[in-house]
């Protein structure tokens, strides 16, 4: 019998979760992705949870998980999350600043084998860069402009979890237009000629055109892809490699530029689902 069938069984993961922290994403989580096989080279969906999970956690003290909500149908189970904790500890190189950080959002699971494979939805954006700030990783509101006190570089995966909602990979047919894959310059240009330098910088990879990020006052990425129609752009924030398909709101790991930058010049073709060689 699944393990997740009913709010029960959501219990049980809470007070595993409560006293075991990672390790009970390693015992509870299926190596299935809720929407997504891993591939023998990639790393089991537990694994890769519990390993990113891990590291937040050894930086975030009192943490508490509460569920709400449950409702089981079509053998699968969905529902609320709140998610809290005290930044207290070093957090991908930004140190503990103390305040109370909070993530919510709605989740679905479905039972595989005697484990769960698990979805959260599309948090968005406001909500991704307020828990940012939390951990002093994002500036405040009013500083967004100015290079972030604590440059950190955040794990593409983390990104893709907090972005996306999804650990594994959400199909994307545009990969194939990518043609430029480092920049030729490390400024927006019409940031520049308005008298600011934004730090967080996107590049167009159907023609190398720099413009900055959505958090930015001007959106001149935004604007970009939606003036050409070029769907999918690569950060190029400190040695972030991060691609996102705007045309289908998918997000792709670094490994997936170099393996798209390895077909460009090499004889092994490109697997389009996964983005790996085949």
Same mark, same amino acid.
């Given at each position: 019998?699944?393990?997740?069938?009913? %709010?029960?069984?959501?219990?049980?993961?809470?007070?595993?979760?409560?006293?075991?922290?990672?390790?009970?994403?390693?015992?509870?989580?299926?190596?299935?992705?809720? %929407?997504?096989?891993?591939?023998?080279? %990639?790393?089991?969906?537990? %694994?890769?949870?519990?390993?990113?999970?891990?590291?937040?956690?050894?930086? #975030?003290? $009192?943490?508490?998980?509460?569920?709400?909500? @449950?409702?089981?149908?079509? $053998?699968? /189970? !969905?529902?609320?999350?709140?998610?809290?904790?005290?930044?207290?500890?070093?957090?991908?190189?930004?140190?503990?600043? +103390?305040?109370? /950080?909070?993530?919510?959002?709605?989740?679905?699971?479905?039972?595989?084998?005697?484990?769960?494979?698990?979805?959260?939805? &599309?948090?968005? /954006?406001?909500? @991704?860069?307020?828990?940012?700030?939390?951990?002093?990783?994002?500036?405040?509101?009013? &500083?967004?402009?100015?290079?972030?006190?604590?440059?950190?570089?955040?794990?593409?995966?983390?990104?893709?979890?907090?972005?996306?909602?999804?650990?594994?990979?959400?199909?994307?047919?545009?990969?194939?237009?990518? !043609? #430029?894959?480092?920049?030729?310059?490390?400024? =927006?240009?019409?940031?520049?000629?308005? +008298?600011?330098?934004?730090?967080?910088?996107?590049? =167009?990879?159907? =023609? $190398? *055109? @720099?413009?900055? =990020?959505?958090?930015?006052?001007?959106?001149?990425?935004?604007?970009?892809?939606?003036?050409?129609?070029?769907?999918? *752009?690569?950060?190029?924030?400190?040695?972030?490699?991060?691609?996102?398909?705007?045309?289908? $709101?998918?997000?792709?790991?670094?490994?997936?530029?170099?393996?798209?930058?390895?077909?460009?010049?090499?004889?092994?073709?490109?697997?389009?689902?996964?983005?790996? &060689?085949?």
């Amino acid at each position: 019998m699944p393990r997740i069938v009913n %709010e029960a069984d959501v219990a049980e993961f809470i007070d595993a979760f409560h006293r075991d922290g990672a390790n009970a994403l390693r015992t509870f989580l299926a190596n299935d992705y809720f %929407e997504y096989v891993p591939g023998p080279d %990639e790393r089991p969906a537990n %694994e890769a949870i519990a390993d990113e999970a891990q590291k937040v956690l050894e930086a #975030v003290s $009192g943490v508490s998980l509460q569920v709400s909500s @449950v409702s089981s149908d079509d $053998g699968q /189970v !969905t529902g609320q999350f709140v998610l809290t904790g005290t930044h207290a500890g070093v957090l991908w190189g930004a140190p503990a600043t +103390g305040r109370r /950080v909070t993530l919510a959002g709605r989740f679905r699971a479905r039972p595989v084998d005697n484990r769960f494979a698990i979805n959260v939805e &599309e948090l968005g /954006v406001p909500q @991704v860069v307020a828990v940012l700030r939390e951990f002093a990783i994002v500036n405040s509101a009013d &500083e967004m402009h100015r290079p972030p006190v604590h440059p950190v570089t955040i794990p593409d995966f983390v990104l893709k979890l907090l972005f996306t909602g999804r650990a594994g990979f959400r199909p994307c047919g545009h990969l194939q237009l990518a !043609t #430029v894959f480092e920049p030729a310059t490390r400024i =927006c240009r019409e940031c520049v000629a308005t +008298g600011t330098n934004w730090p967080a910088l996107r590049m =167009c990879l159907v =023609c $190398g *055109y @720099v413009g900055c =990020c959505d958090t930015a006052t001007n959106k001149h990425m935004k604007a970009h892809t939606e003036t050409t129609g070029h769907p999918i *752009y690569r950060s190029i924030r400190y040695d972030e490699q991060w691609i996102w398909c705007v045309a289908d $709101g998918a997000f792709y790991e670094g490994v997936v530029l170099d393996a798209l930058k390895a077909a460009a010049v090499g004889p092994a073709p490109l697997d389009r689902r996964s983005g790996h &060689e085949s």
